[in-house]
Antibody, heavy 119, light 110 residues
Framework: EVQLVESGGGLVQSGGSLRLSCAASGFAFSSYWMHWVRQAPGKGPVWVSRLDYDGSGAIYADSVKGRFIISRDNAKNTLSLQMNSLRAEDTAVYYC????????????WGQGILVSVSS | QSVLTQPPSASGTPGQRVTISCSGSRSNIGSNPVNWYQHLPGSAPKVLISLNNERPSGVPDRFSGSKSGTSASLAISGLQSEDEADYYCAAWDDNLSGFFFGGGTKLTVL
């Protein structure tokens, strides 16, 4: 069974940092592109970042570029998102998700973790 | 203005067929595959259709997807009360170098 379990969320002050983790199991993690997607309260999903299956290339949404860093450890089946210089508008549920191709949207998603940034 | 445009709402009665559209451009839907998701409150979004028209295992065959040019559609036949949810499309955009979601369509089963 495919499982993606996010952790590391919580309440942080504006300007602070937080590191999210995603533990993957039930599939060949090292063969999948991995994403972070967020959803603010009452809003639709917004794509944040994607990392290639081998960690060789990362892309980011303009809204987080220069502040967030995506990384992975294929030996530990773990995806991470280092979030720096957090803003109130970063408040959202953050989902870890996978995709099976370079330009394929995510298919399976984790349950999500809440990040709240207080101003 | 969203990169991918969906109607904000749709509705139908039990047993009916409902179609939700997702309109884009040559740089996204016109060039790249589209996924469709169902989102129920308090749950993770669930993929209903991947790569334009593929139904993952476990998704009922009442759900189907299609794509023509710069538009994609999700059809739900034999509408059931449990289909009441928010539905989103998503695709990569070559010009903007990112993935984009539609604004979402709230489906109400009357």
């Amino acid at each position: 069974e495919v499982q993606l379990v996010e952790s590391g969320g919580g309440l942080v002050q504006s300007g602070g940092s937080l590191r999210l983790s995603c533990a993957a199991s039930g599939f060949a993690f090292s063969s999948y592109w991995m994403h972070w997607v967020r959803q603010a309260p009452g809003k639709g999903p917004v794509w944040v970042s994607r990392l290639d299956y081998d960690g060789s290339g990362a892309i980011y949404a303009d809204s987080v570029k220069g502040r967030f860093i995506i990384s992975r450890d294929n030996a530990k089946n773990t995806l991470s998102l280092q979030m720096n210089s957090l803003r109130a508008e970063d408040t959202a549920v953050y989902y870890c998700a996978r995709s099976s191709g370079n330009y394929y949207p995510p298919d399976y998603w984790g349950q999500g973790i809440l990040v709240s940034v207080s101003s | 203005q969203s990169v991918l445009t969906q109607p904000p709402s749709a509705s139908g009665t039990p047993g009916q067929r409902v179609t939700i559209s997702c309109s884009g451009s040559r740089s996204n839907i016109g060039s790249n595959p589209v996924n469709w998701y169902q989102h129920l409150p308090g749950s993770a979004p669930k993929v209903l259709i991947s790569l334009n028209n593929e139904r993952p295992s476990g998704v009922p065959d009442r759900f189907s997807g299609s794509k023509s040019g710069t538009s994609a559609s999700l059809a739900i036949s034999g509408l059931q009360s449990e289909d009441e949810a928010d539905y989103y499309c998503a695709a990569w955009d070559d010009n903007l170098s990112g993935f984009f979601f539609g604004g979402g369509t709230k489906l109400t089963v009357l």
